[in-house]
């Protein structure tokens, strides 16, 4: 079945940088894009940083864009969150997601678009 893992969360100070790695299995890894969303308590889930499939296409929420980079690698079935300039509002748990369609050309940004979750990694960034 499939399973996604995230890891790489912790305690950081603001201005810190931190990559969150998802490892992926039980799913053709390469045909699908992969999200990024989190989640803070009281709070609804959000999008952060989408890739297609081959990863020639990503987007990212505007509250995120140039702090946060997504990419992927097929060959070992992991996407990563790589978050620099840390801010305390980015605390979060953090959840990567895969699509519920393959070869989707554009990155999907919606929480619909995703069919398949991890547990979450939590962040939480210092003031």
């Known amino acids: 079945q499939v399973q996604l893992v995230e890891s790489g969360g912790g305690l950081v100070q603001t201005g810190a940088s931190v990559r969150l790695s998802c490892a992926a299995s039980?799913?053709?890894?390469?045909?699908?894009?992969m999200g990024w969303f989190r989640q803070a308590p009281g709070k609804e889930r959000e999008f952060i940083a989408a890739?297609?499939?081959?990863?020639?296409?990503?987007k990212y929420a505007d509250s995120v864009k140039d702090r946060f980079t997504i990419s992927r690698d097929n060959a070992g079935e992991k996407v990563y969150l790589q978050m620099n300039i840390l801010r305390p509002e980015d605390t979060s748990v953090y959840y990567c997601?895969?699509?519920?369609?393959?070869?989707?050309?554009?990155?999907?940004?919606?929480?619909?678009?995703?069919?398949?979750w991890g547990q979450g990694t939590q962040v939480t960034v210092s003031p």
């Open positions: 997601a895969a699509d519920r369609w393959v070869h989707r050309l554009t990155a999907p940004t919606s929480d619909r678009d995703f069919n398949s």
């Open positions: 039980g799913f053709h890894f390469d045909k699908y894009a």
């Open positions: 890739i297609n499939w081959n990863g020639d296409s990503t």
